[in-house]
Structure formats: structure tokens, C-alpha cells
């Protein structure tokens, strides 16, 4: 049973920085992509930054420049991190490991405030 434990998110001021991470357990590590997907309320989730089982990385258009997804395989752990952060970054951010199927945690509070 894979399980996912994101932690690292916060209240942060608009600039400010925060890193995210995901634990991950229960399989095999490197054989799952992982990526970062957030949600605001009312919205519907969506992507963020992506990284292959072979450290290829993506991000939407949106999303260039001031995120950076990255994996450790020994430490069976996805990070993310998060620059420049704007109060409109404000959201639930889920990490989701995926081979046959999709896996989520949690979610992970980041509020970007004065």
C-alpha cells in the first residue's frame, strides 16, 4: 500500500520561500513518477510540477520559473520547491506518486500572506 506524507507548508509572506516534501513508503520508490498538484477552494486541482522515474522533469506554462520539483531516490522522498511565492499560490499542495494507478497524501497547507 503506497503511502504519502507531505509535509513543509506554512504561512509564508508574498516573496518568501517554502520547501515541500513527500514521503513516500509502501513500494517501490523509483519506479513511480511523482508530482506536486495544488487546489484553492473552489477550484479544481491542478498540476504543478511533474518528475519521471528517470529525474525528467515538467511544469506547466503557468508554473515555469519559480518552482523546482526534484526527487531522492535513496531517501524515497519528492520535494518541491517553491520561490517568489505570491498570495495567489495560496492552496493545498498534494504530492501524487503514479504507476498503474494514482496515490495521493494528504495535502499540505501553504498560505502566502502579509
Known amino acids: 500500500q503506497v503511502r504519502l506524507v507531505e509535509s513543509g507548508g506554512g504561512l509564508v509572506q508574498p516573496g518568501g520561500s517554502l520547501r515541500l516534501s513527500c514521503a513516500f513508503s509502501?513500494?517501490?520508490?523509483?519506479?513511480?513518477?511523482m508530482a506536486w498538484y495544488r487546489r484553492t477552494p473552489g477550484q479544481l486541482r491542478e498540476l504543478v510540477a511533474a518528475?519521471?522515474?528517470?529525474?525528467?522533469?515538467n511544469y506547466p506554462d503557468s508554473m515555469k520559473g519559480r518552482f523546482t520539483i526534484s526527487r531522492d531516490n535513496a531517501k524515497n522522498t519528492v520535494y518541491l520547491q517553491l520561490n517568489g511565492l505570491k498570495p495567489e499560490d495560496t492552496a493545498v499542495y498534494y504530492c501524487?506518486?503514479?504507476?498503474?494507478?494514482?496515490?495521493w497524501g494528504q495535502g499540505t497547507q501553504v498560505t502566502v500572506s502579509s
Open positions: 501524487n506518486a503514479r504507476n498503474v494507478a494514482d496515490h
Open positions: 509502501g513500494s517501490i520508490f523509483s519506479m513511480f513518477a
Open positions: 518528475i519521471s522515474s528517470g529525474g525528467i522533469t
